[in-house]
């Protein structure tokens, strides 16, 4: 089986070809290798979370507002090494990290909830209460005031009947059908001038309320406002006569009906308000899962920087690659050597003094070298930092100081310098040119 870096597609691939029309193989074995302490785990992990992010978008289940892409999670210098060296840390505190933001993000949501409550319980169902308290007020002092002011009198046929007066430009109908043809003449008279000036007509009054007729153009209709403590409307019909009476009629016994609407909706508003000041008391509920992650993430993060603290595999490598390429200077038969890389555009020269090795680097054209000076430790097989120059900066590093995560971080970078100097040395080829024999009584044996 042929390997390389697994990503999704290369898997869905591998396994097409095998369940595939064609196959006539009655059952087959998939088989995915992996190789300890490499980076096998992490490259699997991305796959991982990016199929974790790409089921939750295509089932719609727990979407979040914003998916970042493992692929922007950078490894530092420390996490690649305990990654090769195996270190279960690493993969801990990448899982720490994921839980802790994930449910960072589910308090933030929890916050925001709790802040549109108090703000509801606040402000929101306080003005939505007292607005509807004071249409259903207003609605019962209309409804109250329509079934006043009926007129007793006697049809055609001589028989008591009572009704409401219905005034037209101050003329008075009682008689239904009447006072409904006075109605549908007004309309019909002043239909065209409405319709063109998007003006308000009073005509009258009805049942303690003043009526307004005007044309209303998104429903290309007729229609009247019964102004009371607050307006009523209804449609009204330029083709009938009582028609029009019996709608106004309607509309007042309609105010009752919205009353008990009115008055339910605020029961349910009041009591939705009360159990939403029980609900802003409630804390995060996932508050000590979210604390025990961050401790126990604080507790990896200072294990992995005790590891990074001990950790000398870069110092030895350069101990093994400093006593391969000048072994003559390392290990005392020589007190230096000077020659060229490659072709002869930079100038090497390296030297032994006591225990501390130095490197010179520069360009021919160019008399400011870069120095690397380091304390051979051979009994542990590994050098120490000892000091560093270049055209911009000069330090030196005391080697029996205890370490700090800043002072590690810096003494790594400039190692991994001068392990890709070695790198280029070891590609472009070194030419000695001056190479002085040190005295029989001075070298080292080591």
Do not use: W
Request: aromatic share 8%; hydrophobic share 30%; charged share 30%.
């Amino acid at each position: 089986m042929r390997y390389r870096d697994e990503c999704s597609t290369d898997m869905e691939q591998r396994e097409g070809r095998i369940e595939r029309q064609g196959n006539e193989n009655p059952s087959v074995k998939i088989f995915r290798y992996v190789t300890d302490k490499t980076f096998d785990s992490f490259l699997y992990q991305m796959l991982e979370s990016k199929q974790r992010f790409i089921s939750q978008i295509m089932t719609s289940k727990t979407p979040e507002r914003v998916c970042s892409d493992i692929d922007e999670q950078a490894l530092d210098y420390a996490e690649v090494k305990a990654l090769c060296a195996g270190n279960p840390l690493i993969r801990e505190e990448m899982e720490l990290k994921t839980q802790i933001k994930d449910l960072t993000s589910e308090k933030n949501r929890f916050n925001e909830q709790r802040y549109k409550l108090q703000d509801d319980i606040r402000i929101k169902y306080p003005q939505q209460i007292s607005t509807l308290e004071t249409t259903v007020e207003k609605n019962a002092h209309d409804f109250e005031k329509a079934q006043q002011g009926a007129v007793e009198y006697a049809d055609e046929k001589g028989e008591t009947r009572s009704d409401y007066p219905l005034t037209i430009n101050g003329k008075s109908h009682l008689n239904r059908r009447e006072a409904g043809q006075a109605l549908k003449d007004v309309v019909s008279r002043n239909y065209s001038r409405l319709a063109s000036d998007k003006n308000t007509l009073s005509i009258g009054e009805y049942r303690g309320f003043k009526l307004n007729i005007f044309y209303d153009d998104l429903t290309n209709t007729m229609k009247m406002c019964m102004q009371g403590e607050k307006p009523h409307y209804i449609d009204l019909n330029i083709s009938t006569d009582i028609g029009n009476m019996q709608r106004m009629d309607n509309a007042i016994a309609n105010i009752a009906k919205e009353n008990t609407g009115l008055t339910e909706k605020i029961s349910t508003l009041k009591s939705e308000l009360e159990q939403m000041k029980v609900d802003v008391m409630t804390e995060f509920p996932k508050a000590a899962e979210l604390a025990k992650l961050e401790r126990r993430l604080n507790d990896v993060q200072d294990e992995l920087t005790k590891f990074e603290l001990t950790d000398d595999s870069l110092a030895k490598e350069l101990f093994d690659r400093l006593t391969e390429t000048f072994p003559d200077v390392m290990f005392g038969d020589r007190p230096s050597q000077n020659g060229f890389v490659g072709d002869n555009t930079d100038k090497v020269s390296v030297s032994m003094d006591g225990d501390i090795f130095t490197f010179r680097k520069s360009f021919v054209t160019n008399s400011v070298p870069t120095v690397y000076a380091f304390a051979v430790d051979y009994e542990n097989k590994k050098v120490q930092l000892a000091g560093y120059k270049d055209s911009l900066q000069e330090q030196s590093f005391d080697i029996h100081a205890a370490p700090t995560p800043e002072s590690v971080k810096k003494i790594n970078a400039i190692l991994a310098d001068m392990d890709d100097l070695l790198d280029v040395v070891d590609e472009r080829g070194l030419n000695i040119v001056d190479d002085e024999i040190a005295e029989p009584n001075k070298g080292i044996n080591r």
